[in-house]
């Protein structure tokens, strides 16, 4: 078994705060946002210009007009905001935001995170991420644990180091993927450690995954993953 989805983002959400700041990437992130707490005020940041956003909308009620970064229909709030692209980067690069939660290829056990492009396939551009991992305070990863190929063979996303085009380095604090959650010392010499396992997942499951080396805290003191 594993996480789904909706999982993933309901275990991110956790990671929220009142009075929070949050940038949501797209894919898995923008789920997050149907998963913000009853009373918590958090306050949705999207690059094209909108501060206080609401869950996605019903079938039926979407205003093309309202979308996000990813150019998904969104709701607005009674506090909403709109402004500039130019001020909207201008509060990313100014550390306002207080917690970005980002998607993946690659993760690194030093908290390097590759999400943005594949060599020798076509990209639009690398987006906000670039600003967003070096201007917030805080970057959550949600990604699924391993990449699957066509023919079925699946190839480890948290590894000892990237091989894709890195968005920033040593940038990632927590890594939330459908097997489990690791916390990452990306500023000390501590790296990697799983602090949660999904329901019905192993420790071994996961060792088996994951190609970077990690230590193990599940309410006990760290323990290295080759042991």
Not at 31 to 47: D, H, T, W, Y
Not at 79 to 103: E, N, P
Not at 191 to 207: H, P, Q, S, W, Y
Request: net charge negative; glycine share 12%.
């Amino acid at each position: 078994m594993a996480w789904t989805r909706e999982q993933m983002a309901a275990r991110a959400a956790k990671e929220l705060r009142d009075g929070f700041y949050v940038n949501l990437g797209i894919g898995i992130p923008t789920l997050v946002a149907n998963f913000i707490p009853k009373g918590m005020r958090v306050q949705l940041q999207s690059e094209n210009g909108m501060l206080g956003m609401g869950p996605f909308p019903f079938e039926g009620e979407e205003d093309p007009d309202l979308i996000n970064a990813g150019k998904q229909t969104i709701t607005e709030l009674p506090t909403t905001s709109y402004f500039s692209s130019a001020d909207s980067f201008g509060m990313i690069r100014g550390g306002h935001i207080d917690l970005s939660i980002l998607g993946a290829m690659q993760v690194a056990a030093n908290g390097d995170l590759a999400n943005w492009m594949i060599p020798g396939k076509m990209v639009k551009g690398m987006g906000g991420a670039m600003d967003l991992v070096a201007g917030v305070k805080k970057v959550v990863v949600v990604m699924e644990h391993v990449a699957k190929a066509k023919d079925g063979t699946e190839e480890p996303k948290l590894l000892s180091a990237c091989s894709l085009p890195l968005t920033g380095a040593g940038v990632v604090d927590l890594v939330i993927t459908d097997l489990g959650v690791f916390a990452i010392d990306k500023k000390g010499t501590g790296g990697m450690t799983l602090i949660e396992l999904a329901d019905g997942v192993t420790e071994d499951e996961i060792k088996a995954k994951t190609e970077a080396p990690f230590k193990v805290a599940l309410g006990q003191a760290p323990r290295s993953s080759a042991a």
